[in-house]
């Protein structure tokens, strides 16, 4: 069964420096996402990418994300000076055109900034 | 007018009980309600998912019941296992945009054998 794969499973970093989360969504999808879960609270949505460009983002996402497919496989996030409250789980999802198809989603990176 | 309210945060249920998670929205844009079934150091995973112009969707044991006029939706397990105890969240998403989800805060379940 196809699966988005996600890499790091855990990732430390030191506050300020920039992190690079690794997404491979199943290969037919068209819309990819990424999202974050807190420890103990609810998923997030983050961003959403469509196309190759951003096609929408919540309040979290501000001007120290950004998201890139470099290589029409690979689906990242990047974190350009990380604060501690950027600590979570972050989970990429990809879903396959058509109206209110099935999100999936990977097992996401854990993110611990220190 | 964006959240999802779930209940309760924490269940607990007897093997082979049945298992209520209830979910409330206030926007009438959404038009597609699933539920998610996530296992510590797991992502989300689709369980069942439900649109408004059904009022009930049953797969297996799980069944999601739907009252539009109230904006509520709600899961039951039937014959609760050990198996199933995780935690469960609802969302909601529209059909117009990218059809991002929007998810409730989770309930934790536990079945007690």
């Known amino acids: 069964e196809p699966e988005v794969t996600q890499t790091p499973s855990h990732q430390v970093t030191q506050m300020g420096q920039e992190v690079i989360l690794r997404c491979v969504p199943i290969s037919n999808h068209l819309y990819f996402y990424w999202y974050r879960q807190i420890l103990g609270q609810k998923v997030e949505f983050l961003v959403s990418f469509y196309n190759n460009e951003i096609s929408e983002k919540s309040e979290i996402f501000d001007d120290q994300f950004s998201v890139e497919r470099p290589d029409g496989s690979n689906f990242t996030l990047k974190i350009r000076s990380t604060k501690l409250e950027d600590s979570a789980m972050y989970f990429c999802?990809?879903?396959?055109?058509?109206?209110?198809?099935?999100?999936?989603f990977g097992q996401g990176t854990r993110l611990t900034v220190v | 007018q964006q959240q999802v309210k779930q209940s309760p945060q924490s269940l607990i249920v007897q093997k082979g009980g049945i298992s209520i998670i209830n979910c409330a929205y206030e926007?009438?844009?959404?038009?597609?309600f699933p539920w998610y079934q996530q296992f510590p150091g797991k992502g989300p995973a689709l369980l069942i998912a439900i649109r408004p112009d059904v009022s009930e969707k049953k797969e297996g044991r799980f069944t999601i019941s739907f009252n539009k006029s109230a904006k509520q939706f709600s899961l039951h397990i039937m014959d609760s296992q050990p198996g199933d105890s995780a935690t469960y969240f609802c969302?909601?998403?529209?059909?117009?945009?990218?059809?991002?989800?929007?998810f409730g805060t989770g309930t934790r379940l536990l079945v007690s054998p």
């Open positions: 926007n009438t844009a959404f038009d597609y």
């Open positions: 999802a990809s879903r396959r055109r058509g109206m209110n198809t099935e999100a999936f």
């Open positions: 969302a909601a998403s529209m059909n117009t945009g990218f059809q991002k989800l929007v």
